[in-house]
């Protein structure tokens, strides 16, 4: 899983749902996390072990990994959501970062 | 609550050697993957490399050459240092700890650190 691709951007509608994916070869095979990242802040941990979501991480966000492709979804998206997400996977004692997906709330 | 705070030179000469440094509180360095990251100006994130406490270190192929990460346990510090940098290298930099749960995600971030290559 030496690369991870994901869409440059996905757009959403208020209330409803984003589904952002990362591709990689056997991408199933690895635990994936995702981050938040907003203008001017530091990336934050929305998803870890391919499906968990830290206690302070709203329901509204979940996640699937299987075969050659993981998945965010935000259901019921808000504005507040709007940010860059990037998957990131560990393979072999390395990190490796998807290309990230800009969510833009319209 | 475990705090990352970065630190170090925001202008940084081409051909020189990047030094940063990262600054725990609030527990000690652990039984965790302590990471540098980096983010160029409108670009994605890129793992620079990272250390286990134990010693153990390893960092982005891309990277390797060019890269050292230490640590100080008796400062609750761990370092960076790049080398031989070019206006490519220009970027954000954040330390990060790792959470304890498979895939070692990262859980804490420090606010980041501008630093420019330019002469």
């Known amino acids: 899983s030496s690369e991870l691709t994901q869409p440059p951007s996905v757009s959403v509608s208020p209330g409803q749902t984003a589904s952002i994916t990362c591709s990689g070869d056997?991408?199933?095979?690895?635990?994936i996390s995702w981050y938040q990242q907003k203008p001017g802040q530091s990336p934050v941990l929305v998803i870890y072990q391919d499906k968990k979501r830290p206690s302070e991480i709203p329901e509204r966000f979940s996640a699937s990994n299987a075969g050659n492709t993981a998945t965010l979804t935000i259901s019921g998206t808000q504005a507040v959501d709007e940010a860059d997400y990037y998957c990131?996977?560990?393979?072999?004692?390395?990190?490796?970062f998807g290309t990230g997906t800009t969510v833009t709330v319209l | 609550q475990v705090h990352l705070q970065e630190s170090g030179p925001g202008l940084v000469r081409p051909s020189e050697t990047l030094s940063l440094t990262c600054t725990v509180s609030g527990g000690a360095i652990t039984n965790h993957f302590w990471s540098w990251i980096r983010q160029p100006p409108g670009k994605g994130l890129e793992w620079i490399g990272h250390?286990?406490?134990?010693?153990?270190?390893n960092s982005n192929p891309s990277l390797k050459t060019r890269v050292t990460i230490s640590v100080d346990t008796s400062k609750n510090q761990f370092s960076l240092k790049l080398t031989s940098v070019t206006a490519a290298d220009t970027a954000v930099y954040y330390c990060?700890?790792?959470?304890?749960?498979?895939?070692?995600?990262?859980?804490?971030w420090g606010q980041g650190t501008v630093v420019t290559v330019s002469s």
């Open positions: 990131q996977a560990w393979d072999s004692g390395a990190y490796v």
């Open positions: 250390f286990f406490y134990t010693g153990s270190t």
């Open positions: 990060a700890r790792s959470l304890t749960h498979s895939g070692h995600p990262m859980g804490i």
């Open positions: 056997q991408v199933g095979d690895h635990f």
